[in-house]
């Protein structure tokens, strides 16, 4: 609900830099638009950017003396148990503290240990004067952003690149070698960026500096448990989690948002909201939102991952659990217009029209509240895509949502394919991944695979849609709550094997235990991921500038691409030649969105390459 940034530094005094940390804060403040405040020491300081009302965030960056020195503390996101945690630290804290004074307590009383104390999706730094300690806590699923560049002597961090990017000592720059996760972002390991020197805290984890370096300690992971309940018994355990998730979330006052595509996902989600307003006082009302485009109508063409439009079906929905429906039409148009706006709220390479529909939905959200609600990530925690039923894919011995098609890194050229090997790159980061999933005890054969194929999909592509959705909203200053990232639900359901979550179909058993919360149009609706706009236009832009790219020595990727190679794959892209599967269910064109982002962003950003 916010933006963090923060500056320690053992060899300057940062007092003497604090219209340089209040420019750095700045950067933040779409985060936050209701307030920018900093702390400055002479080694440390800390900015927050305000967003929500002023009772729950004041008093941040909050500053505490201990031992004749200083602790100081800001966070982003939302802590559900926080008057748990009050209770627990209750005797290092004052009854009145503020939201972040309760974590400065939480802090004293338990040490570097104390986010594992908490629940929900945050970011927090910590600067502990008395060591010259600066620690950074992620939220486990890694909802909430968090970068940090460290260099000798000191370290700066911000929830978005752009407050590191304002600080002169940090320059962008990319090494070649980061090239194949740079044109598929969904192979991200934790913690990596293609900037070198630039890293995310990764989820689950503190990170931890002093003078002497930094270091990571994971608090989190998933469990290694056999399930013990019967199919019945799970699917009401889902449900009663469910539904837990989804009230911890939900605003106590104010308009309460939701995005309903009229999926399983979205609807369950926005089903239990609506019920839990009408209960309370007031008897507030739900209100849904749900995108599509105005080229739908005349281009439109089913795919396995898009098979109908959602629009009726969220309509349907709506009526369904009687939420405030409100329909987004989006032009193509205004897709072009916002497209560089959101590599603006990312500081790294986009995904295009996938994100600029996306920020011009919230756009509009936005303006009728600051709290929404999501189904994301049901898809990873439950498995709910077409291809975890193919067992051609599921069985190979790399990523599976790679799908069949080609890869835009083996179109490198040869020199540059010497220093950065695709394939190489891709089994390394397939096995370093598979070395990390946790085991059940005795499971083998397809649940034990099928387990490993499911942390493949909970790594890098949850990762590609977490940062989506948190990037395009916090650009207008709404936060979306997503209920499907509740840890204890996603350790309930990674305990539960394949062969159960998936009796019945494509999230057979999510939908067993939602049946009563949504229609059966629902229920029945064939899997239909996030829209993308059906348009000959953006085919031929993206045709046309990745030409560009290739032939015109003034481009930023100039050189870096076998060029015959790929325009020959760009006329079977021309020719609609390309019927392989391509990962997240794009067409052929839509391929060369992370060439042409890629390149826009080396020119914005003016990263040099090496």
Known sequence: MSGIMGWADIHLDLTRHENLIRAMTQTLAHRGPDGVSVWVSPHAALGHCLLGPVSAHAGQPAVAEAQEDFIALCYDGTIVNLDAVRCAAAHAADPAATNAGVLIAAYLRWGARFAERLDGSFAIAVWDGRARRLLLARDRLGVKPLYYFAYPGGVTFASEPKGIMANPRFSARMEISALPVLLQPRLVLPGETPLAGLSEVPSGHVMTWTESGSSLRRYWRLPAAPHEDSPGETASRVRALVGDAVSRVVPPSGPCLSMLSGGVDSTAVSALAARLLAWQNGGRVLETFCVSFDSDEAYFVPSELRPEIDAPYAQTAASFMGSSHVPVPVSVAELARAIPATRGARDLPGWGQFDASMYVLFARMSRRGSVALSGEAADEIFGGYPYLFKPDLVQRDTFPWLGEGPRLADFLAPDVKAVADPREDERARYSQLLSDVPRVPGENGADARMREVLFLGMSGPLAVVLDRMER???????????????????????????????????????????????????????????????????????????????????????????????????????????????????????????????????????????
């Open 472 to 610: 395009m909203s916090m650009a207008h200053g709404l936060e979306v709550r997503l209920p499907f990232c509740d840890h204890r639900l996603v350790e309930y359901v990674w305990g539960i094997p394949w062969s159960m979550k998936s009796a019945g179909g494509l999230k057979g058993l999510f939908k067993t235990a939602m049946a009563d919360f949504v229609p059966s149009a629902t229920l029945t609706r064939p899997k239909s991921a996030y829209p993308h706009v059906h348009s000959p236009e953006f085919d031929r832009a993206l045709v046309e500038e990745t030409l560009w790219i290739l032939n015109d020595p003034g481009s930023p990727l100039h050189g870096l691409f076998d060029a015959p190679r790929l325009t020959c794959l760009l006329r079977r892209i021309e020719a609609n030649e390309l019927t392989t599967s391509l990962p997240g269910g794009v067409r052929g064109a839509q391929l060369l969105t992370q060439v042409v982002e890629a390149s826009r962003w080396v020119h914005d950003y003016h990263v040099s390459i090496s």
